[in-house]
């Protein structure tokens, strides 16, 4: 037995079993994210929510989400990811069946906490469960291909949710995902292999302290303007707090939950940032544009879906060509590339009449996701191969963290443009995710400085 690096030492070959195993569960935690923001309109007429309450079925999932990813992570690392991912996907089974079976706002959004929790376990695991399977010399072919099929699952899910509401209710959307969760599972039990466990005391209290920081930071950004001033600023102050002790309790440990020795690293850190800066425009995009093209540009539900798909479908295609790029082209260039393409095409989608055509919306939402195309994969690259070997865990928790945290911190942005301003909100939203893209360009093109280069490498 070799000593524990937190990682299983690749093998000479690839288990193809497992890298489908692994992505079919994070194919259908990803598409959950795509169906639930295309369907909000559907779901809001039906259950006689507004806009801005139903956006409370995507806020309720990503609270679970960010609150449990960390120590979800960390249990992976100490009694290893393939564990930690089987659990996951039974969560999120049965969380995706009382979903289906919700008739009211409040019985949608706890069924999708649950569901929440599921797919924490399965995006927390999923990164470091590729980087075991793959050799160290094939891993941004892995990543790519991680990548790949979460663009993948971006694009099946409008055109998904826009065929199901054509024939049936917003419930069927969940219930396809239990059978699907299920299937996950028995490829992952029957191919999966023991990723080697890195054994260490799992500190509970650093957990709930991690799990109350990201989650009362979450309700009080999605609270403003929805559940009072003086609750939104006592859950901010308390998630402040509970930052703080987190970061005086963990001072100083090999491997802490919230994984500050990682931030350390230059590379490391610019990426995470950029990552955050990135999913927090697409996480308002999905649930702004929607709305946009439904409510105020008369689009159908289904034609909306159906517009939307150009998005995640240039994504796909694009992932291909970045994930070649990136062995040539430092990730700092292209994703500050792709982030000033997605701020431009965002700006210019602001910029549309009402009467708008289907041909111009599509041209500006394919140049989107050429830009995220771009950069995905190359900054995935970046942010798991800048963190040593036996911090695969930890490396895997703050990629999905910054990927989740950010959709929902977009998702409430445009539940705070909404509220405030019910008559140009989503316009302001959708400013408000350029603007973004702009500094997360910034940010990416800083990873250029020969310092940071050198000391990421």
Known sequence: MTAATGHAPPAIGISVAAVIAVLVGVSITTIDISLTSTALPAIAARIGASAASTI??????YIAVVAALLPLAALGEIHG?????????????????????????????????????????????????IRAIFPPQRLGRGLGIYALVVGLAFTAGPTVTSAILSIA??????????????????????????TLANPRRFDAGSALLCAATF????????????????????ALAIGIGCGFALREREAGQRAPILAIDLFRIPLFSLSAITSMCAFTIQGLAFVALPFLFHTVMGYSQVEAGLLLTAWPAALAVMTLIAAALADRIPPGL?????????????????????????????????LCGIG?????????????????????????????????????????SVAICLTFLPTNGLSVAIWLGAATAFFGSAVSFSRLLPHVRTRGQ
């Open 372 to 412: 995220f195309g771009f950069f995905q994969s190359p900054n995935m690259l970046a942010l798991m191969s800048s963190a040593p070997a036996d911090r695969s865990g930890g490396a895997s928790g703050i990629l999905a963290t910054s990927r989740l945290f950010g959709q929902s911190l977009g998702a409430a």
């Open 81 to 129: 990811h393939r564990r930690i991912f089987l659990a996951g996907l039974t969560v999120y089974a049965l969380g995706t069946a009382a979903c289906g079976f919700s008739h009211s706002l409040p019985a949608l959004m706890m069924a999708r906490a649950v569901l929440g929790l599921g797919s924490a376990a399965v995006s927390a695991t999923t990164p470091a469960l």
């Open 169 to 194: 209710d917003w419930p069927w959307l969940f219930l396809m995902g239990a059978p699907l969760a299920i299937l996950a599972g028995f490829l992952a039990m029957r191919s999966l292999p023991d």
């Open 334 to 366: 292209l994703g500050g590339l792709g982030l000033t393409l997605i701020a431009g095409s965002l700006a210019s989608i602001a910029l549309l009449p009402a009467n708008a055509g289907a041909v111009a919306i599509i041209i500006r939402l394919a």
């Open 215 to 234: 989650a009362l930071l979450l309700l009080g950004i999605a609270g403003i303007g929805r559940i009072g001033t003086p609750w939104v600023c006592m």
């Open 56 to 61: 409370w079925v995507v806020n309720a999932y």
